[in-house]
């Protein structure tokens, strides 16, 4: 049945008592089902699973709103959305419900929208059934037959520019007999936008259609926006606990290489349907596709979610964390046991042996610290700052002239040892990335941190050796939402 009626938010929440109030609804067969109002929740969250064996009447209200948000630190972007977030909510139904949808057209939005449901066996998934003008409501009904995880977007034409801006969701059809019970359960949908101005340019964005043809999008992103899994948003486990992900790829081009830095998925439901591979590190999700990954945390510790088509993970935005607490399995991971120096030769010295000594037990001067640190920064540092110090604008800090970095260089000398995570800001500009501990020895990054003082337009000074060794025994010390100290 389609219906489509002038739309206003208080007949809707009329409505929606008016179902709530509804204990039993008739189905086309005659049957007589239970009725439900659905539980929709937004990204990373996941309604509770569905513990009843048979079927209902299970009924759907999504709202369309166009509105302006964050894309990225100091980048706004205008949405247009389900349910007012991107990625849309997540929808969780039964194997043979029947579903009655329910599609508002917010009254100040400036186009029509409707929804195609890939859980639907029907013309266009419903698109043609939901589509809505602004201010009206359309409503249809189906019957999810397939179990599986799938994704819904707008189709309204050009179809292409609804999605890029940001429509598109997940349904998940549990199969009648429910799916094996797990610890937790998250919700996690890539996509990608395409923006007139550069990755990080500030301001208000617009839609490039250019770059979306040819497919060259300046954001590559979890969750709708850069960060939306990262520090403070991201997701938290236990160790011994077991983790579902619902793995979306909303597109509208690109095909993810989904992996998780630090784990190896027990099993994936290649594609979000029945078929069940077991012990994979990167799985393949199509756009307009899923997958559904498990895994057990074994050990506490950043576990780092990614697009393993690299770049797009530390330059694009594709990067979420889920932090594991809890006690350390030093059987399954030790952390590091040594630090050593490698020679050539053959042999490692450990990183506190006593070493021979230099130009006859003469400290290092000024000069051959800048050299010594200038070959540390090409081996180690340059990839993410670039090669004068200038960073990567809105993902890696520029050291050249920066304020962040003459304000504390014991600060600089921290993160190095200790790694860092969560926003700064660094000559005016945020930054919210990570910093993974860096395996190089007191000596080396005295003098890189050296080097860079005196290099770029920086203060100048020196950081000595034995400086370096009282900051690494004071040991991390909380900063803001980071992992760093001092």
């Known amino acids: ?63 369309v709103r166009e509105l302006v948000g964050k894309l990225a630190d100091g980048v706004e972007y205008t949405f247009w959305t389900f349910g007012s977030t991107v990625p849309g909510p997540f929808i ?38 939901s589509f809505t003008a602004p201010g009206h409501t359309s409503t249809f009904n189906f019957k999810p037959i397939n179990p599986g995880l799938y994704v819904y977007h707008c189709a309204t034409a050009p179809v292409g520019m609804h999605v890029a801006n940001g429509m598109y969701g997940l349904i998940l059809v549990e199969p009648e007999h429910g799916l094996p019970p797990v610890d937790r359960e998250f919700y996690v949908m890539q996509s990608e936008f395409y923006t007139e101005g550069a990755y990080g340019e500030p301001g208000l964005q617009t839609f490039s259609m250019n770059k979306a043809l040819d497919e060259r999008p300046d954001y590559v992103v979890f969750n709708g926006s850069v960060g939306a899994l990262a520090g403070d948003n991201s997701i938290h486990a236990k160790t011994g606990e077991t983790v579902r992900l619902y793995v979306g790829n909303g597109g509208p081009n690109l095909v993810s290489s989904f992996h998780v830095i630090g784990e190896i ?77 490698y020679q050539p030769e053959g042999r490692s010295i450990p990183h506190d042996a ?9 400290a290092k001067t000024l000069a051959q610290q800048k050299a010594d640190g200038e070959a540390v920064y090409k081996q180690t540092c340059f990839a993410c700052h670039q090669a004068t110090g200038q960073g990567i604008p809105s993902v890696f800090p520029p050291l050249a002239k920066a304020d962040y970095f003459n304000e504390d260089p014991d600060r600089a000398v921290a993160y190095v040892i200790f790694g860092r995570e969560g926003p700064l800001t660094v000559n005016g500009a945020q930054y919210n990335q ?24 920086n203060k100048g000074g020196r950081m000595t050796v034995e400086r370096v060794r009282e900051i690494r025994e004071g040991g991390p010390a909380p900063f803001g939402a980071g992992i760093g100290a001092h």
């Open 265 to 341: 998925f027990d099993k994936v439901y290649i594609e979000g349907g029945d078929r069940v591979n077991a012990n994979i590190q990167t799985t393949l999700v199509p756009a307009g596709g899923s997958a559904i990954v498990e895994f057990k945390c074994e050990a506490p510790g950043t576990l780092v979610l990614v697009d393993h088509s690299i770049f797009r993970a530390f330059n694009k935005g594709a990067l979420g964390m889920l932090k594991v607490e809890g006690e350390p399995n030093t059987e399954i991971f030790s952390g590091k046991t040594m630090d050593s120096v």
């Open 92 to 129: 969780r139904v039964r194997e043979g419900d029947h579903v009655e949808f329910h599609l508002h057209n917010f009254p100040d939005n400036k186009l029509p929208h409707n929804i195609d449901l890939h859980a639907v066996t029907g013309p266009g998934g419903g698109a043609a059934a």
């Open 354 to 362: 006593p070493r021979p000594p230099r130009e006859e037990g003469k």
């Open 1 to 63: 049945m389609n219906i489509s009626k002038s739309y206003s938010p208080r007949l809707a929440r009329i409505a929606l008592g008016l179902f709530a109030a509804a204990a039993l609804s008739t189905s086309a067969s005659g049957a007589t089902l239970p009725v439900e109002e659905a539980v929709l929740t937004h990204a990373p969250n996941v309604p509770p699973p569905i513990t009843r064996r048979t079927p209902a009447k299970v009924v759907i209200n999504l709202e």
């Open 434 to 457: 990570v910093m993974t501990p860096q395996n190089i020895t007191d000596e080396q990054i005295a003098d890189v941190i050296t080097y860079v003082l005196n290099t770029w337009g």
